[in-house]
């Protein structure tokens, strides 16, 4: 049997890996109909003790992931063949825990390539030798302090100290691990859920909140985008979403140390909030067992941000849904954008991106001030345009639209984007570099003819579905961020450990 180690943003690149893999004859196994947790990592220890080869996806992903890396020296450990089969770039082989094994380059595959790595793998496999006695101890489950710190917030009261320690360790991993998207979805689905308890303190809300400002990484710096009248929008997929929910936002100074959350709200939250933090751990007879290692899948129904949460954001009391479309993604073809390849770095949810996509479904939302011309740049008006896309389960296809956009930003950067509407009105916007890589980018940009009024632009893989949400007004900080934070509080139904 060959086990293939890999890294979960690698697994759209894998395929041709696995196919030609199969071609040997052997069975292939990777992890992807696993569960979670203990008994997830518990199945993945046994079948590398069962391999006649261990194969390794080399990519920066994998070599800062700390289950691979785990995997692969228990697999020395236990003296398998290792096959080191690089899929991605690497910035110095030299510096990795392969330095002095030899890589197949398996980048560009032909068929001379695919051959040469059967080969390979023969000629390892044939070099199989018993497990050693005793076997060595197994690595322990990555990532368990999140069972831990999860079973810490199932308790139905928190002291302050308690919650002061609980923000520290949680901004301390999420430093940590901030290689990892995975651990930073759950680390900031375990903050949301501190942040939303009714004994939280002013000072815990008010530190969780600049934290996951620093996890969405502040968009500062111009950013330019008009949401234009999207009217008639054109169906792109198929399910709906359901109406958002409404969470709490933390107040704007500090009344007292604790804050009180309004009367009934624990009885209406306590259920999903102390079922995300079950879902995360169950307890049983005393022993935790995480349930769930990946991204659990998007519901039928991601919510988007209501408008009563988003005026606290954006720092007003009058924002309104201007427009919005339900499974159905905005009409590219009601404006004329020049150049028209940069109209995907303005508009969120765009038909013309999502073409050719895999996206299953997108839904999106505009809200600004009532009476308004459903577009940003007009008197200064805050403007929001949030949209979620749901793509195949496991299929990796929302980090790929990601490096695609991530890709079309930057051939934008810099650029002055013109949007000619219907009614006449023209915007110019100057667009600035984008940050990051998939599966996490943001970019910003400026009306030329008002430099003060900016956008700020955030997009996110997370699990199955692509958040895409678009801020806009004078003075913008880190808006977009928390708009994405809060959207990715809403969006799974529980962490993905």
């Known amino acids: 049997m060959l086990f293939i180690s890999y890294a979960s943003q690698d697994k759209a690149v894998i395929e041709t890996l696995v196919t030609t893999l199969r071609r040997s004859g052997q069975r292939v196994w990777l992890d992807e109909e696993l569960g979670g947790g203990e008994t997830w990592w518990r199945a993945i220890l046994e079948q590398i003790r069962r391999a006649d080869l261990f194969v390794v996806a080399v990519s920066e992903h994998s070599l800062a992931s700390k289950p691979c890396q785990a995997e692969l020296r228990y697999a020395q450990a236990l003296k398998r063949p290792v096959l080191p089969v690089q899929i991605g770039a690497v910035d110095s082989l030299r510096l990795t825990p392969l330095a002095t094994t030899q890589i197949f380059d398996f980048r560009h595959p032909t068929a001379r390539s695919r051959e040469q790595l059967l080969a390979a793998a023969s000629t390892l496999i044939g070099r199989d030798a018993p497990l050693p006695t005793p076997l060595p101890a197994e690595p322990p489950v990555p990532f368990a302090y999140l069972m831990r710190l999860a079973t810490t917030m199932s308790s139905p009261e928190l002291s302050r100290y308690q919650q002061a320690e609980l923000v ?67 169906a792109v997929s198929t399910l ?116 050719d996509s895999g996206a299953q479904q997108v839904s999106w939302r505009v809200s600004e001030p009532p009476g308004g011309l459903k577009r940003a740049g007009v008197n200064n008006n805050p403007f929001v345009d949030q949209a979620v896309a749901v793509f195949a389960p496991k299929s990796a296809a929302g980090a790929e639209f990601v490096r695609r956009s991530a890709q079309q930003w930057r051939d934008c950067a810099g650029k002055t984007v013109t949007v000619d509407y219907r009614d006449g009105a023209v915007f110019t916007w100057l667009l600035g570099e984008p940050r ?32 895409d949400v678009k801020t806009c007004g004078i003075g913008l900080t880190d808006q977009a961020n928390r708009v994405s934070a809060r959207l990715i509080g809403t969006l799974t139904d529980i962490p993905s450990f």
């Not at 995975?182 to 909140?209: F, G, K, M, N, Q």
């Not at 997009?459 to 958040?467: F, K, P, R, T």
């Open 168 to 234: 520290t360790e949680l901004k301390n991993r999420l430093d940590e691990d901030r290689n990892d998207p995975a651990a930073c979805r759950d680390i900031t689905r375990l903050l949301y859920l501190l942040h939303e308890r009714p004994d939280v303190t002013w000072r815990t809300r008010t530190d969780i909140d600049a934290i996951l400002g620093l996890a969405a990484g502040p968009a500062s710096g111009p950013l330019p985008t008009p949401t234009q009248p999207f009217t008639g929008p054109q």
């Open 436 to 467: 990051g890589e998939s599966p996490r980018i943001v970019h910003s940009f400026t009306l030329v003819a008002n430099p003060d009024y900016g956008c700020q632009r955030v997009l996110n893989a997370v699990a199955d579905a692509v958040i």
């Open 240 to 355: 709906a979403f359901t109406a958002p929910q409404p969470l709490a936002e933390p107040p704007t100074h500090p009344a007292a140390e604790t804050t009180a959350a309004p009367p009934g709200w624990w009885r209406r939250h306590r259920r999903w909030l102390l079922a995300g933090a079950a879902a995360v751990v169950s307890v049983v007879t005393a022993t935790v067992v995480v349930v769930i290692t990946r991204p659990a899948p998007v519901s039928a129904g991601p919510m988007l941000i209501s408008d009563a949460d988003l005026e606290p954001i954006m720092g007003t009391e009058q924002l309104a849904i201007a427009d919005s479309g339900v499974a159905q993604a905005k009409q590219s073809s009601l404006v004329d954008i020049t150049p028209t390849e940069c109209g995907g770095a303005l508009y969120p949810g765009l038909d013309s991106d999502y073409l």
